[in-house]
């Protein structure tokens, strides 16, 4: 789980791929070349970051035929956002029963 | 009157790597912070075994009441008011910072825990993984 949630920090990190994924996620499925496009950056290093948020679990790329198309999938950013509210969670319950304990 | 199905408040506080929680309570700074780093006295509250050698590198371990294990190894120690360590498990490690201060009428804890990002990961991540996260369920619910 770890391992994952580092990718996505680090797939996010870079604000270039930000930008690509809030594309990808608008006009999906979509191709690099047609990121590219309107991009100020090459289609081969858009290639590159769609392959950073792909091996994170952000984007999903489909094959058909010379063609691959990506689609943005958002429950990997809403298990990033989990880990935050589990440790809400713990420090919420370890805080009360500290609280507990010093009003006895 | 509160209404009870009305949800907590989102905690804004928080960036997106790291959670904050306070609480004020009664008691002054020096036995808040003695109940926190006295072994025998955070065993009574913390609900499972735990155990800190309250000095900068000093190891450590504490037990969640589900059975969760940390291994600690304490940063900073500032005596009375601030204690900063790490700890982690076989598959996730955060940084701990917990500040004492005093209130008129009792003290106040503030507890940060923050998410170990790898090697130079992030400054630029600290703006908003929630807004992005917003946005991109937007646009795919359409």
Known sequence: VSDALDEIFAALADPTRRRILARVADEGPVTATGLAADLPISRQAVSKHLAVLDAAGLVDATRTGREVRYQATPEHLTEARAWLADVGTQWDRRLAALRAHLDR | ?142
């Open chain 2, 1 to 142: 009157m509160d209404d009870p199905e009305l949800p907590d408040r989102p905690d804004t506080r928080a960036d997106d790597r790291s959670v904050t929680r306070q609480i004020d309570v009664e008691v002054d700074p020096d036995e808040l912070w003695r109940t926190i780093v006295d072994d025998e006295e955070r065993a009574a509250w913390w609900g499972g075994d735990t155990e800190l050698d309250l000095r900068p590198g000093g190891d450590g371990h504490a037990t969640d009441p589900d059975g969760t294990i940390r291994r600690i190894r304490v940063d900073e120690v500032e005596p009375g008011r601030r204690l900063a360590y790490r700890w982690w498990t076989d598959d996730d490690a955060s940084a701990v910072e917990l500040v004492v201060l005093p209130r008129p009428d009792g003290s106040r804890l503030t507890v940060t825990e923050t998410r170990a990002a790898h090697g130079a990961l992030a400054p630029t991540l600290e703006r908003g993984l929630l807004e992005l996260e917003l946005l991109v369920l937007c646009r795919v619910a359409v």
